[in-house]
Antibody
Framework: EVQLVQSGAEVKKPGATVKISCKISGYTFTDYYMHWVQQAPGKGLEWMGLVDPEDGETIYAEKFQGRVTITADTSTDTAYMELNSLRSEDTAVYYC?????????????WGQGTLVTVSS | DIQMTQSPSSLSASIGDRVTITCRASQGIRNDLGWYQQKPGKAPKRLIYAASSLQSGVPSRFSGSGSGTEFTLTISSLQPEDFATYYCLQHNNYPRWTFGQGTKVEIK
C-alpha cells in the first residue's frame, strides 16, 4: 500500500523557519517527483514546487522562490519542505503528493497534511 | 506561466441536479488536466485525468470534457456525498502544476 506520512503540526513565530517531512512507503521513492501544495485557511490549493528524488533537482513556483527549499533523502525515503522568513500569510496546511503511473493511469496519493500556524 | 480560471467560485444545487464547472486555460494545454474533489479537513482526491478519463473507483455520474483551453466537469445527478470543493489542475508545462481557484458546491 502506498503511503505518504507527514510530520505533525507546527506553531512558529514570524520570521522563523519551518521544516516539514513526508515519509513514503509502498513505491520506489526515486521513480517519481514529490510535489508540495499549500492551502491557507478557507483558500484554494497552490502548488509550491517539487523535487526529483533521483538527483535532488528542484523546481519552485515563482511565489515561493527564494523562501522555500525542497529536498529528498533517499536513505530514509523522506522528502522535506522548508519555508523560511515565515509570515502570518504562511499559516496553512501543507501537503506532499506524488503521481505514480500504473499501466499509464495516474494515481496520486497525498500526505495527510501538516498545519503550520504562524503567530507571535 | 499558464493561468487557470475556474468558474463559478461557488454554486448552490439540490440533490439530483446536474452541475457543471468550467476551467479555462490561458493557453492551450491539450488534455493535460485533472479534476479533484476536496472535502473539509481532507486531502484532495482525483476524479478525472487526461481531461475526460474517469479515475478508477469514481462514480460514473462524474465526467470531464474539453481540450485546448476550455474544460468542463459535470456531475450528472448530484448526490449528498458530492457536496465539496472541486479544483482543476493543469500539468501541460510539466513538471509544473497550476490549480484552478476552486468551486464550492453547496446544498440549496
Amino acid at each position: 500500500e502506498v503511503q505518504l506520512v507527514q510530520s505533525g503540526a507546527e506553531v512558529k513565530k514570524p520570521g522563523a523557519t519551518v521544516k516539514i517531512s513526508c515519509k513514503i512507503s509502498g513505491y520506489t521513492f526515486t521513480d517519481y517527483y514529490m510535489h508540495w501544495v499549500q492551502q491557507a485557511p478557507g483558500k484554494g490549493l497552490e502548488w509550491m514546487g517539487l523535487v526529483d528524488p533521483e538527483d535532488g533537482e528542484t523546481i519552485y513556483a515563482e511565489k515561493f522562490q527564494g523562501r522555500v527549499t525542497i529536498t529528498a533523502d533517499t536513505s530514509t525515503d523522506t522528502a522535506y519542505m522548508e519555508l523560511n522568513s515565515l509570515r502570518s500569510e504562511d499559516t496553512a496546511v501543507y501537503y506532499c503528493t506524488t503521481v505514480i503511473l500504473k499501466r499509464g493511469v495516474p494515481f496520486d496519493p497525498w500526505g495527510q497534511g501538516t498545519l503550520v500556524t504562524v503567530s507571535s | 506561466d499558464i493561468q487557470m480560471t475556474q468558474s463559478p467560485s461557488s454554486l448552490s444545487a439540490s440533490i439530483g441536479d446536474r452541475v457543471t464547472i468550467t476551467c479555462r486555460a490561458s493557453q492551450g494545454i491539450r488534455n493535460d488536466l485533472g479534476w479533484y474533489q476536496q472535502k473539509p479537513g481532507k486531502a484532495p482526491k482525483r476524479l478525472i485525468y487526461a481531461a475526460s478519463s474517469l479515475q478508477s473507483g469514481v462514480p460514473s455520474r462524474f465526467s470531464g470534457s474539453g481540450s485546448g483551453t476550455e474544460f468542463t466537469l459535470t456531475i450528472s445527478s448530484l448526490q449528498p456525498e458530492d457536496f465539496a470543493t472541486y479544483y482543476c489542475l493543469q500539468h501541460n508545462n510539466y513538471p509544473r502544476w497550476t490549480f484552478g481557484q476552486g468551486t464550492k458546491v453547496e446544498i440549496k
